[in-house]
């Protein structure tokens, strides 16, 4: 009897010292992963591009886009289309509250729409017009967020000599 009295506090005892080991080994975990998530945000800021990356990568879609269309060659142009959105879609969950950013919406996307109604209809006259509509768009946002400098204009050859449009 007298054993297991003695027993029981002992029990209890190792049990709250096994618990105070496993919560140390439980915080120092969470220290751990704490720094490890400040890495790896440290990280991504650093390989996130920026916004001119992303508009330079919209500059040789915008390229292909042209020759696909002048070409008639339709589901390249549809693919080089989307390709855009893309980037403006991954600028505006990055660059939330750059100015260009949010001008998108109303100079940028009602273009892109009518683009693509001429590639759907397949009509070469209107995805001219609806191109140069966007160039100008283009053009329009520089000037409205002081890069009126970047002037973009309609493609007079093709960006690679490798593609065939």
């Keep these: 009897m007298k054993f297991s009295l003695l027993v029981i506090p002992v029990l209890f005892l190792l049990g709250c010292n096994n618990g105070h080991t496993t919560l140390m080994t439980l915080q120092s975990e969470i220290n751990y992963l704490n720094a490890k998530n400040d890495s790896l945000e440290k990280e991504i800021l650093f390989i996130k591009p920026g ?58 996307y009602p273009q892109l729409d009518s683009i693509e109604v001429a590639i759907k209809q397949k009509d070469g006259d209107k995805f001219s017009h609806t191109f140069t509509s966007l160039t100008n768009a283009c053009n329009n946002c520089h000037t409205n967020t002081k890069y009126n400098f970047n002037k973009i204009i309609i493609p007079e050859r093709p960006p690679y000599s490798n593609q065939e449009f």
């Design 51 to 108: 916004l001119g990356d992303l508009m330079l990568n919209m500059q040789v879609h915008h390229n292909k886009l042209w020759f696909a269309g002048k070409e008639e060659n339709w589901p390249l142009a549809q693919f080089e289309h989307d390709e855009i959105m893309e980037i403006l879609t991954q600028a505006e969950a990055i660059e939330k509250e750059r100015t260009e950013v949010k001008l998108f919406k109303v100079m940028i």
